[in-house]
């Protein structure tokens, strides 16, 4: 099950929280477990962390955010309130608020981005760190141009769920194979209007959002982080294996994590490969190992 927790983020901006757990009975003895706050992509919603949270919500006290923007959570206009700062206090707030620090942070895409900027500002808040497929080089005006590009290419509004499952799986240009797990990720941020299926957040938000880190290199925040932190990239997906490695020797603690078969939506797609490649870690942090069958 999941539950709905409100919070408080930058600038009073109200964030939604979703907590994983047990049924109730077993809510209160979790809640002296080690807390993983979980943060999605540009495009993402909290939603998307869900199989794994749950398959860790045993052992751990699990929490996904729909960061700023996103999800549930308000969608502020102001271009201003997409910055890097906001990003990283909402999630500081997530962990202070729900009593969950020292965290594990488990990012993907630009969540790993605000993961490992918040253990480089508040290290009291982060006991280990999880960099899901996010380079730490500058993308540069050329990637967003294209980021551009795609998202005033897509057939908004799609007529049904069908459509949108088959537009990202398999229509979308930068499709290169089918790909049905994709289409699922994408149709988990569409909900339906009058006239069709929409994403719900604001496509020309998210650009904005992205203006504020892509045209930096981000080395310099990874080299102040102290905690221990896994790179994790699927073979196919957008980080390459040499930047990886590089990210590794940057990190004061850094490890290394490949999965096989999988891409950028490696956690989504292939979740019990993920859990092979980064459960051990996140055991080794808190000293936590699961009992013997």
Do not use: N
């Amino acid at each position: 099950m999941a539950r709905r927790i409100d919070v408080t983020g930058a600038g009073g901006v109200r964030l939604a929280a979703w907590e994983y757990a047990d049924p109730p009975k077993e809510t209160e003895p979790l809640r002296a477990a080690p807390g993983v706050l979980f943060l999605h992509g540009l495009t993402g919603r909290a939603s998307h962390w869900a199989a794994v949270a749950r398959r860790l919500a045993g052992r751990y006290r699990t929490v996904a955010l729909d960061q700023r923007g996103h999800g549930r959570s308000e969608k502020p206009p102001q271009a201003a309130a997409h910055s890097r700062a906001a990003h990283v206090e909402d999630a500081a707030a997530a962990i202070e608020q729900l009593g969950l620090g020292p965290a594990l942070v488990v990012g993907h895409g630009m969540g790993a981005l605000t993961a490992w900027q918040l253990a480089a500002e508040r290290p009291e808040l982060v006991r280990g760190l999880v960099s899901c497929d996010m380079r730490a080089a500058a993308l540069g005006a050329a990637s967003q141009r294209e980021w551009a590009q795609w998202l005033r290419s897509w057939p908004v509004p799609f007529a049904t769920l069908a459509d949108v499952h088959r537009w990202f799986g398999e229509d979308d240009p930068r499709v290169e194979r089918p790909d049905p797990a994709r289409g699922a990720f994408y149709a988990e941020v569409m909900r339906e209007g009058e006239d069709g299926w929409r994403p719900v957040f604001e496509p020309e938000q998210m650009l904005r959002s992205r203006e504020t880190w892509v045209y930096d290199a981000h080395w310099e925040d990874l080299a102040r982080v102290r905690c221990p932190a896994l790179i994790v990239r699927g073979l196919d997906g957008e980080l390459g294996r040499a930047e990886a490695q590089e990210m590794v020797r940057v990190l004061p603690q850094g490890a290394y994590a490949e999965i096989p078969d999988a891409g950028h939506y490696a956690h989504y797609a292939h979740p019990e490969a993920w859990h092979s490649a980064v459960e051990p870690f996140l055991d080794r942090i808190t000293g936590d190992r699961p009992a013997a069958d």
